[in-house]
């Protein structure tokens, strides 16, 4: 039987792991290639690396080394890869089918497309038939304007796109998951949007993973039994809280959610 | 020396890096002239199969590892696409003809309303049969490995399904035909128990 998976969230920021608030406010939480060991040895279901840079800049801030060291992201991949045997997810700063091919030939799995998806849709099925809808994952920021979700280009700019119809668009023009973010609960740690994650999820026939708002291991058991998404995300909690990872398979065990054993 | 099959067809480094991990010699092939100098040939692959199929032949592999594989039997490994790319046929975006070394076309899950595609998470394989490829010891058909994919090759009641997955419909998860090995999973992604398959190829 098909598990729902838990899925850590990394923020990467000019080649640094940071924490995400409402999109915007960004703390800087160390080196992303130290953060990962503990990800492998948590045994998590999947891994997914969001960069947010706004600069080309990467500084892995490493003590080893007396020079600042430049890397890129296209590095990082390749060193994470290295060191994770489970599905890894890049997104951030996708423009064209090279930049996917890049980060696949890198040990990345799978790539989330925002921006690029809003301004030109047919570059979900471009890109799908080449790589593979099923890598191919759109994410989809969201944000309440007067009480209804609209969708945030690249999590900053308001376009006036309906959440629901935005998500349906995706998955006809090819994608294989939607990532569904929403910005307000976006490290609030008060829970998730549940009424738009179902509302989305019901309208799809592709998986979604929801993001954003987890606080506490029964913010993750509400979003499994209140929804259907196959898979919930989360940032913060898994790098404030000790072993939050395990543990929280383990609440969702002890609810009776379908989950993969920690091992 | 294992070569994985360079293709441009997705994550080849994840393969290299867990044969690495497991102290296996590999090599990574970008010309089909390369294949000779391989004992063991892995073809991964993430992506759609008529892209897939196409650039084998663009880059002349085909020849190269139909002789290697059907002529010198070298033992082989398929995952995802790699493993439907040795099939007969496939109907993911029109009609495409497949390297046929097995006899089974590629078709789209057909899965109840309710389940949804592509076919993405940890599932657990049935083991069908004695192999060489997935551990014995438990027969651990409760182990999860990691799927990804929309389309599954056709041949739940073929001899050489080893191992089958249940999404909404059976599937093979695994098959193997004298020297041929393929996985619809990806091992090099499904944490130890994917090593374990791996390091079992790596033996063969």
């Known amino acids: 039987m098909l598990k729902r998976r838990l899925l850590p969230v990394l923020f990467l920021k000019n080649g640094l792991i940071v924490r995400s608030e409402g999109f915007s406010y960004h703390q800087n939480l160390g080196n992303p290639l130290s953060e990962v060991a503990r990800y492998s040895e948590w045994d998590v279901d999947e891994l997914i690396y969001i960069d947010i840079s706004t600069e080309k800049f990467y500084d892995l801030r490493r003590d080893d080394l007396k020079v600042t060291g430049k890397s890129n992201l296209l590095d990082i991949i390749r060193d994470v890869s290295k060191v994770c045997f489970m599905p890894l997810t890049f997104g951030g700063g996708v423009r064209t089918l090279d930049d996917i091919r890049n980060r696949l030939l890198m040990g990345a799995d799978k790539i989330t497309i925002n921006t690029i998806a809003i301004e030109e849709p047919d570059f979900i099925t471009k890109s799908s038939k080449i790589f593979g809808s099923q890598c191919i994952v759109v994410s989809v920021d969201y944000k309440r304007v007067d009480g209804s979700p609209k969708v945030f280009k690249g999590g900053r700019e308001p376009t006036n796109l309906d959440v629901v119809e935005w998500a349906k668009i995706a998955e006809d023009k090819g994608a294989g998951e939607i990532f569904l973010n929403s910005i307000d609960n976006d490290g609030a740690a008060e829970g998730y949007d549940i009424e738009t994650i179902r509302k989305v999820n019901e309208s799809l026939g592709i998986p979604v993973i929801a993001c954003g708002g987890a606080g506490t291991f029964s913010d993750f058991v509400e979003c499994a039994q209140k929804t259907n998404v196959s898979a919930i995300a989360a940032g913060n909690i898994f790098h404030f809280t000790e072993l939050a990872y395990p543990k929280a398979k383990e609440a969702l065990l002890k609810q009776g959610i379908n989950i993969r054993k920690p091992n | ?204």
């Open chain 2, 1 to 204: 020396m294992i070569g994985v099959i360079e293709y441009g067809m997705g994550n080849i480094q994840s393969v290299v890096n867990a044969l690495e991990f497991l102290s296996v010699k590999c090599t990574v092939i970008h010309e089909a002239s390369e294949i000779e100098k391989a004992e063991k040939i892995i073809l991964p692959g993430v992506g759609a199969f008529g892209e897939g199929i196409e650039k084998l032949r663009q880059k002349s592999y085909v020849e190269a590892l139909q002789k290697a594989v059907i002529e010198k039997k070298k033992p082989f490994l398929g995952i995802c696409l790699g493993m439907q790319l040795i099939c007969k046929e496939s109907f993911e975006f029109g009609h495409f003809l497949g390297l046929n070394w097995i006899d089974a076309c590629v078709k789209r899950l057909q899965v109840p309303k309710h389940y949804r595609i592509p076919h993405v998470g940890w599932n657990n394989v049935r083991i069908k049969k004695k192999n060489r490829l997935l551990a014995q010891e438990n027969n651990t058909g409760d182990s999860d490995v990691y799927f990804v994919h929309s389309y599954y090759v056709d041949a739940l009641d073929a001899d050489f399904t080893i191992a089958t997955c249940e999404y909404g419909c059976e599937f093979p998860a695994a098959i193997e035909q004298d020297n041929i090995f393929a996985v619809q999973f990806h091992p090099e992604k499904s944490q130890r128990a994917g090593l374990a398959i791996l390091s079992n190829f790596a033996r063969v």
